[in-house]
Each structure stands twice: as structure tokens, then as C-alpha cells.
């Protein structure tokens, strides 16, 4: 398996973070949370989206995954709308990562995400489902162009993990 960085992608409640951290595990590399990231900096993900808007959120979001695949190989999870920026894509493909979409449909995102999610661009819980229809529509057509798209519905974390290695060791993503 080659070493290069692994950029995941999908929906808020695909699994990026949980499936990112074990992978990143797995594969003996560092995780990348952008959110986590951005939190650490003192302000929650809903203080930018209310203070300074998602335009300032998405640019500090651009940063840190830039920063991410300029260094050592690890696996970067951005937010869900992360892959929709123009230029994003590109961006981490030009530096060599591979870009892996975690598949899910709303309604099991909305599911996983639960009524207390906190995440500025989804509103309230009775919103949530048709927050996220929208955000898919938007969004699909970034997220088609990923180097792999691993379905997550009905399927563990660990084996959303499993197909993602097999798919590295057997060389159906170069």
C-alpha cells in the first residue's frame, strides 16, 4: 500500500470522524479532524457560523486541510461541506491524497446525527431530514468525484474500515 493521504468525505453522519480515527489507527498514521481542529482554537463550530459566517468557517476549514496534506501522510476528515468548495478537491488531489466518499442516504445520516446534533447548517431536529435531502442534492455531485465511495448503510464502522484497506491493499485505487 502506498502511503498518501486519505481525505474523507460525505454527509454530516456518513462517519468521517469515528471511521477517520480508526482508520487512521489502523494504518498507524495521524487523524486530522478539521473540526476538532477548529475547535481547539477556543470557539465552537456554531460561534463561526453565527460570528463570522460560513464563508470565514469554510476559509479557515480550506486552511487547515491545506496545511494537512502539505505534511505527513494522515487521514484528514473535513465537514461534510467541505468537498463542495470550488477548488477543494483539487486542491488535496494536486498534493496526492486520495479522496474516499463515505456513502449514506439522509434519512440513516439524520438518524446517526440524533435530535441534539448542534450543527449550525442542519437547524433544529423536526428540520434536520429535509436540511439534509437539501445538503445532499448540493452536494452529490463533489462527492461522485471521489477516488472511492464506500456505502456505509447497514455496515459497522469496522467494516466500512476493512473495505477501505482492502481496497488500498488489492490496488483498486491508485
Known amino acids: 500500500m502506498r502511503s498518501r493521504h486519505l481525505v474523507l468525505v460525505g454527509l454530516p453522519g456518513a462517519g ?6 480508526v482508520l487512521a489507527g489502523r494504518l498507524g498514521i495521524p487523524l486530522v479532524d478539521v473540526d476538532a481542529t477548529i475547535t481547539a482554537q477556543g470557539r465552537p463550530i456554531a460561534w463561526w457560523f453565527a460570528e463570522r459566517g460560513e464563508e470565514a468557517f469554510r476559509a479557515e476549514e480550506q486552511r487547515i486541510v491545506r496545511e494537512a496534506v502539505m505534511g505527513p501522510v494522515a487521514v484528514v476528515v473535513p465537514g461534510g461541506g467541505w468537498a463542495a468548495i470550488p477548488g477543494a478537491l483539487e486542491t488535496v488531489r494536486e498534493a496526492g491524497a486520495l ?5 449514506v442516504t439522509p434519512g440513516t445520516a439524520g ?10 447548517l442542519l437547524g ?6 429535509a436540511r439534509l435531502r437539501e445538503l445532499a442534492e448540493v452536494r452529490m455531485p463533489a462527492y461522485r468525484t471521489a477516488d ?15 473495505t477501505i ?10
Open 148 to 162: 472511492l465511495t464506500v456505502d456505509t448503510e447497514g455496515r459497522t464502522v469496522p467494516q466500512v474500515v476493512e
Open 99 to 103: 479522496v474516499v466518499h463515505l456513502d
Open 165 to 174: 484497506l482492502s481496497c488500498l491493499r488489492s490496488g483498486a485505487v491508485k
Open 111 to 120: 438518524t446517526r446525527i440524533g435530535p441534539r446534533h448542534g450543527r449550525p
Open 124 to 129: 433544529d431536529a423536526a428540520s434536520t431530514p
Open 16 to 21: 468521517k470522524s469515528v471511521v477517520g480515527r
